[in-house]
């Protein structure tokens, strides 16, 4: 009885907590508010997006919390528990901080935003910020980016978010809210000059009117006032809503954290203009004639593909024999040829290739086979297996392994009658597991600043350099703790448990050494010097960090909320999108994976915040019926229940169930997990059936079945994708798939406006300064095009990005070479 009645006592509390928290409205998504921080970890007060200080009526008569909790309660304020948190981005004063703001019930009216900068700038979290404070600055908006960004997209009679149109509209959805029913008179801060400035509908840049509902989060840009400088200021969001003319309306308050640096400009930090960059289009110093003729029937192009260059391309050349011979096209009944190319690529009629193919990686040894098929299958005690002393691998480390063939290709293991029989080792690679600690940092060669351009060229060595390698041994320490670290629950930041140096070090040296699809990971070696290599790399791993590492994530995470709950069917596809659809498109067509619908697959992680949903899944609809939705509000932890309830869904689960007898769909309509195995993985997620193909292609089971070169050739990424993140045996996957990815989309990228490997070289040469080399990265990455704005959006955490890069730099002291 005693246990029930407690129960009923926490019961209790519990709805009178959530009483106040009706309807869920929207929050502020970036920079991360303090209410959509806590209740992603330990349990913070309320419903994320529904911090209304309790909904009209209470706040009729109580007033506001100034981060939307209740006016009695201010527990999102300081000193109080869920105060004050590290700041979530870093802003200029004097120029724009993106703003993200997600709704989930579309009610119209619009958004202000203020900016409360503490007399000491914030250090001390225990002093409460005012409104006061809050109305010294309304910020305004980026009117321009505004108008352009939601054009099209308003209500009739209105044009864009600007148009506030004040008192007096005939569309209610824009007309001025009323304030009538405030106590004694008091200025709560909801209504038009009630908490601060209140824009002239003639000149409005404060006031940011809702567009018509949309899918998406909503992005704007407001100026941070010049001369600013604070270590944490506090930005309020404050949401206006329109459903209610001519009543008190309802609003909803959020507060995030933010850095604010003066520099004194009013443009974003550079020292040296980033020249515009230009396609140089290489051709042949004297023509090459082909010794055969092309192949004539449609039958013979059919079995034509590229080794290093695409499948079109060979074919739109008649797959001469001449490419054959140079190594860049082949038949599909022969093995492609690694007889070194030509120093310029050939030209066709059409296109001619935009990356330098290179020669496949040797192997080590008395001319060891060269594929998979003709290797014996070592075993742990396998006495074929040796170790080549390269970074320190013995013979039983390489036997550890099972002398898998991506290590035997990389040069550290060796199959052969007896260890005598190993031929010389090259003198730098990466150990296998463990390195001695370096004594002193290395030295990079010097980059001498030129007016000259020069072009780098790209990756043809088959071991890494050894100033590269050498400064990557010396940071392990620094890259676990600094440059490898997750936030936890808690706020606080600790090394990752996924992405750790040693298979970040083996994923280089194999995607350096063996490559994949002709391309190799560019390390800045040739004449181009080992700084480019490693700016690269530092570029690479500011987007991981990003991207996964900060969440200690491989799989793919459900975060789509669709009705204020996260559907099952996420795993299908986030945000409308369709993974198993994503096939390859034209020559490369015959790469992707074939959609299985019997596969069963459940990801191997999943977020840890309080309530968080379960792992992805994949299985036939014939097993999983109709499906439901994950309640992240859920509590079940219920061992008085009949019967008890557990949180038994991941490992430390606190809250959250999954809701299987209501039908809930994704936003692409799904209702089902059939053939939905291709949620995004690894470091940078690779996502969809033709991106996981053409990992298979190139670096798996079925490059080694069809005889090419394949560093995994025991992994079929089309069979199991999971693999990417499950593999015990090589768990470097993480960092190859995104290396990958890497070569392939961002090394390789070459339009009229930015050539990756130029604005590389141009921005080691010009003193690594300024953010246009990162940002155009971060771009690509984010949003498929070489700047901040694209047609698929906005790129997500500038800031983050770019704090990130300059980690990486320090962490490997890149600027103490320059």
Not at 193 to 199: A, D, F, H, Q
Request: overall charge negative.
């Amino acid at each position: 009885m005693r246990g029930e009645m407690l129960h009923l006592v926490l019961a209790t509390a519990a709805l009178a907590l959530r009483a106040t928290y009706v309807e869920a409205h929207g929050y502020l998504l970036v920079p991360r508010a303090r209410n959509l921080i806590y209740n992603g970890g330990s349990r913070g007060p309320g419903d994320v997006q529904s911090m209304s200080a309790g909904g009209t009526a209470v706040e009729r008569n109580e007033g506001h919390g100034l981060c939307g909790d209740l006016a009695s309660r201010q527990e999102f304020m300081a000193p109080n528990q869920y105060g004050p948190t590290e700041p979530q981005v870093t802003a200029y004063a004097g120029q724009d901080l993106e703003i993200q703001v997600e709704i989930t019930a579309h009610h119209w009216g619009w958004f202000e935003f203020r900016l409360c900068v503490p007399e000491d700038g914030g250090l001390d979290k225990t002093q409460p910020i005012t409104q006061a404070c809050l109305n010294e600055n309304v910020l305004r908006f980026n009117e321009s980016f505004t108008m352009n960004s939601y054009k099209g997209e308003m209500e009739s009679g209105v044009s864009s978010p600007a148009d506030y149109v004040g008192p007096g509209a005939d569309n209610y959805r824009f007309e001025h809210a009323k304030c009538p029913y405030l106590p004694d008179g008091g200025l709560r801060g909801s209504c038009c000059r009630t908490g601060g400035t209140c824009s002239d509908p003639s000149d409005n840049r404060e006031r940011w009117v809702l567009p018509k509902p949309q899918d998406e989060p909503y992005v704007m840009r407001y100026n941070i006032p010049e001369g600013i400088s604070c270590e944490r200021c506090v930005l309020q969001w404050f949401y206006q809503t329109g459903n209610s003319p001519d009543s008190y309306p309802e609003g909803f308050w959020n507060c995030a954290d933010i850095r604010i640096i003066n520099d004194g400009s009013t443009s974003p930090p550079s020292t040296a203009a980033t020249p515009t960059l230009s396609v140089a289009t290489p051709s042949p110093t004297s023509a090459i004639v082909a010794s055969t003729s092309a192949p004539t029937t449609s039958s013979d192009q059919d079995n034509c593909f590229g080794n290093g260059v695409s499948d079109e391309w060979c074919r739109n050349t008649g797959c001469a024999q001449v490419y054959v011979d140079a190594g860049y096209c082949y038949f599909a009944a022969e093995t492609p040829t690694t007889s070194n190319p030509p120093t310029l690529e050939p030209t066709s009629p059409e296109s001619s290739p935009t990356t330098l193919t290179t020669t496949l990686a040797p192997t080590i040894g008395s001319e060891p086979p060269t594929t998979v098929a003709n290797l014996p299958a070592p075993t742990s005690s396998s006495a074929g297996c040796y170790g080549s002393n390269i970074g320190g691998a013995t013979d039983a480390w390489c036997q550890s392994n099972n002398c898998a063939q991506v290590y035997i290709d990389s040069g550290h293991c060796i199959l052969s009658n007896s260890p005598s029989e190993t031929s010389a080792s090259p003198t730098t690679a990466p150990p296998p597991t463990q390195t001695p600690p370096m004594t002193a940092s290395p030295t990079i060669a010097q980059v001498t600043p030129s007016n000259q351009p020069t072009t780098l060229v790209a990756p043809t060595s088959s071991t890494m350099p050894t100033e590269v390698y050498e400064v990557l041994i010396a940071a392990e320490e620094t890259m676990n703790n600094d440059v490898l670290r997750s936030q936890q629950p808690d706020l606080t930041w600790a090394p990752s448990t996924l992405y750790r140096h040693g298979d970040f070090l083996r994923a280089v040296e194999v995607m350096h050494a063996q490559g994949a699809g002709g391309k190799h990971l560019y390390l800045g070696q040739n004449e181009d010097g080992p700084l480019y290599g490693l700016v690269n790399l530092a570029a690479f791993l500011a987007q991981s960090m990003k991207e996964t590492i900060q969440y200690d994530a491989c799989s793919e995470n459900s975060w789509d909320l669709v009705n204020g709950y996260y559907p099952v069917s996420n795993a299908c596809g986030q945000l409308g999108q369709s993974y198993q659809d994503y096939t390859c498109s034209g020559a490369d067509a015959h790469m992707a994976c074939e959609v299985d619908p019997t596969m069963e697959i459940v990801a191997t992680t999943n977020a840890k915040w309080y309530g968080a949903p379960g792992p992805l899944r994949c299985a036939p609809r014939a097993k999983t019926g109709s499906t439901g939705y994950w309640d992240y509000s859920a509590e079940c932890n219920k061992p008085w229940a009949s019967p008890p309830e557990t949180c038994s869904v991941y490992e430390g689960q606190q809250a959250g169930k999954e809701i299987s007898n209501v039908e809930l769909a994704n936003r692409a309509g799904r209702t089902d997990l059939e053939g939905c195995c291709w949620w995004g993985r690894g470091v940078i997620q690779t996502t969809g059936v033709c991106n996981f193909g053409k990992l298979n292609y190139y670096l798996g089971a079925r490059a080694a079945a069809e005889g090419r070169a394949a560093p995994y050739a025991d992994v079929n990424f089309c069979q199991d994708p999971e693999a990417i993140c499950s593999s015990t045996q090589y768990p470097e996957l993480k960092w190859t798939a995104g290396f990958w990815y890497w070569m392939e989309s961002v090394e390789s990228w070459s339009s009229s406006d930015f050539v990756y490997l130029d604005a590389l070289r141009v921005y080691v040469d010009g003193g690594m300064s300024g953010t246009a080399f990162i940002d155009a990265v971060s771009g690509i990455v984010n949003r498929g095009c070489p700047a901040l704005s694209c047609p698929a959006g906005s790129v997500d955490g500038v800031q983050d990005r770019r704090d990130n890069f300059e980690r990486v730099i320090a962490a490997l002291g890149l600027r103490e070479q320059l």
